[in-house]
């Protein structure tokens, strides 16, 4: 299996730090709103990472985190009148829920800022003892850039370019810096902000060192893969490299991964630019099933441009797949014959070539475009070599097969259909029981079931209505 390692700028085979294991991190989002579907590609691209590698046999141990301590949060807080943990915790709840929804796998470990200071505070203190931080006057601890000899390895930029680059982006009460590239590790708090006390000041901690000290908490100093969108190349995770490697002395990440943007109109979506759809947007007009095979569509490191034309050409080529699971299901409770005969064999033996094709394109960077494709020559042979005479065996063979290749993607292309508009209706009633017994998380995990399998419920005055997506 290659991996793209940002770090070496090259496909590289990849060899887990131990046998059958792999311990991988992704930084996840910022918690003060609903996420956008750019920042969903990540998190289908790496669940479809996670998805293979456990295929593969590996054990994989998956942590993602929440940033739930931030100035937009604080902002959102402040305007909304309530505590900052109110925000975050309104949009951790439903970014779980989206992520449900597009049937990305549970985290090993979704761990939070505000629950990690205390490792935050052992490691910042540890740079400081090796030199590697300082604290200023007012109490802010800085990184200092300079003392780590391998920054700019990851985003492959010289640290005297960056001198002379960055010295304008100096801004007020920086100015206690030794050297403008020196980045925040704590800073001190500001009226009405959440703080905690530590030895340098009562503060909070800067962005970046909650990741290096989750993915040492979760995983150990040493992890195999570590993920996120390019903007988080730098400074992100050149950043985390430099805190890291400098305090616990080991080689942080062996393999860097990062997905390209999902863009519109060629242009990054994002909640700062006001250019983005949210996933509860999107999944209101389309099955959830949809936007996660038009973000597999194309390779992770190729950008991606969002349209209603390619939703709508996603929306065909999922549906191709589930009418042909459908008509193998169809076909297998209606079979006349249970074994295969000897030419069902060499078909199904045919037809094995496709989950190699699939597996040659997944081992060579998770190539997903063209593992789609690998499916979609399953189906056309899967449409032109059945018919009512094939035996049970024979189907099953072939359904499985498809399944499970759909399966690696994320794709749930059986399971929705055995949902009967009569299981859908007994499961809104339990929905609205459990709201006048003011059992809201029942009825929350009822809405997300149903959303998962592509039903959207709305809530009108006429009373609930449900819709297919
Ligand atoms: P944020 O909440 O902005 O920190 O983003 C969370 C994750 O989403 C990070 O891995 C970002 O790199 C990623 N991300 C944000 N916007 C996009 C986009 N337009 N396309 C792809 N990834 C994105
Ligand atoms: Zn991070």
Redesign the pocket.
Known sequence: MKIYNTLSKRKEEFEPLEEGKVKMYV????VYNLI?I??A??MIVFDTVRRYMEHKGYEVNFVSNF?DVDDKIIKKAIEEGVEASVISERYIAECKKDMQALNVKEATTHPKATQEICGMLDMIGTLIEKGHAYRAEDGTVYYRTRSFKGYGKLSHKNIDDLQGGNRSLLVSGEDQKEDSLDFVLWKPKKDGEPYWESPWCNGRPGWHIECSVMSKRYLGDEIDIHA?????IFPHHENEIAQSEAANGKPFAKYWMH?????IDNR????SAGNFFTVRDIIEKYDPQVLRFFMLSAHYRSPLNFSAELMDAAKNGYDRIVTSVSNLKYLLENATSDTMSEEEKKLAEEAKGFTAKFDEAMDDDFNTADAIAAIFELVKFVNTNTDAESSREYLSSLKEELVMLSDICGLLVEKKQEMLDSDIEALIEERQAARKAKNFQRADEIRNELLSKGIVLEDTREGVKWKRA
């Open positions: 930084c996840g989002p910022t956008h750019g920042n590609r990540p940033t996120g969108g390019e903007d988080l997905n390209a943007f999902l863009n990054k979506m994002s909640k």
